[in-house]
């Protein structure tokens, strides 16, 4: 059902759509238009980039969109696919999930060809795209429901050789922390399709919130091209971080807390702090009992503190903070 008017087999560069059929009160014939850009030059290695995964987050989004803008053919080595959102109905929405169907693009896979907007596109990405591509770039962050230490990540694909492949285009984002992660929140995830066709996986967590800091857009952008130069895609010397990344994994249920109630919540932590077993690291203060003392947060285990809610407002079960254990990078690539 999904349509583009692209030649991705074509060298140079092409601006254009993929057409997601899509009917509504005042649209019978309608099409959802998310802008794709192609730059092809010789041969190279096929990347994917992807950003909007979830609307609300723009990170990934302006530096997808500067960077379309920005490239030649005479820059590229290969092809290089962007897609700045993905999820264009939530991005336009400022939301996590498309208010088109309701759906999260990051739990729709593997699709359906004549499903919701969402499972379409999700389709199209595993049939069309993902097959061409030797790397896909899903570039995420906390959106309006959490804050991260900006960090690139990866899964602990079972495949060795995919997995040093992973880490090594990690660390070439040069972010401080790594973050290797576990998912605790369903399947259908984006990167756990492209990983089970092969590819090579890069992923991100860059901030989050509404008000996103230059600091944090530098990352974005200058990790991507340093990522595309890594892999081959993109002209260009790589850039190594002066000071070795700090390798973090949270991988156990344990560590992704949860709140016990609903309430408002308190940080009581930096980001990227480290945290002992049992230390508290919030409260949950009580919205109609303020006489009663606030619930505490305590971590399950140690670790650095990667994330943490942004919204105060929580309700039981909203997840409030992820604490991640340093690892070394032999830990990673023989675990």
């Not at 009992?289 to 079960?317: K, N």
């Amino acid at each position: 059902m999904v349509i583009t008017s692209l030649d991705l087999d074509k060298p140079g560069k092409q601006q254009g759509f993929l057409q997601v059929p899509y009917s509504h009160n005042l649209g019978g014939w309608a099409n959802v238009m998310v802008p794709i850009t192609v730059v092809a030059n010789g041969k190279g290695p096929t990347v994917l980039v992807l950003g909007g995964n979830h609307g609300d987050e723009y990170q990934g989004q302006i530096a997808i969109m500067k960077l379309a803008r920005e490239l030649t053919p005479e820059k590229v080595t290969g092809r290089i696919i962007l897609i700045p959102s993905l999820n264009l109905p939530a991005a336009r929405a400022a939301t996590r999930l498309s208010p088109f169907d309701g759906m999260n693009m990051n739990r729709a896979f593997p699709g359906d060809a004549e499903g919701p907007v969402t499972s379409q596109i999700a389709h199209y990405l595993r049939t069309a795209l993902f097959p061409i591509s030797d790397v896909v770039i899903d570039i995420h962050s906390g959106g309006r429901s959490m804050e991260f230490v900006p960090c690139s990540h990866m899964h602990l694909v079972p495949d060795r050789e995919q997995r040093a492949k992973m880490f090594a285009a990690m660390l070439a984002w040069g972010t401080e922390f790594c973050f290797i992660y576990a998912d605790i929140a369903g399947t259908g995830l984006l990167p756990v399709e492209a990983e089970n066709q092969g590819k090579l996986v890069i992923t991100t967590e860059l901030g989050g919130g509404e008000c996103i800091p230059a600091s944090v857009h530098r990352i974005a952008q200058n990790g991507l091209k340093n990522v595309l130069i890594h892999v081959g895609a993109l002209k260009g010397r790589e850039q190594p971080r002066k000071a070795p990344a700090i390798i973090t994994q949270a991988t156990n249920r344990e560590d992704y807390i949860l709140a016990p109630e609903s309430g408002i919540f308190e940080i009581a932590l930096d980001l990227g702090a480290k945290v002992k077993k049992d230390q508290i690291v919030g409260y949950i203060h009580h919205l109609e009992r303020p006489d009663r003392a606030p619930e505490e947060i305590i971590a399950q285990s140690a670790g650095y503190l990667i994330t943490m809610r942004a919204p105060c407002l929580t309700q039981q079960g909203d997840c409030v903070a992820v604490i991640a254990r340093q690892v070394s990078e032999r830990e990673v690539l023989r675990a």
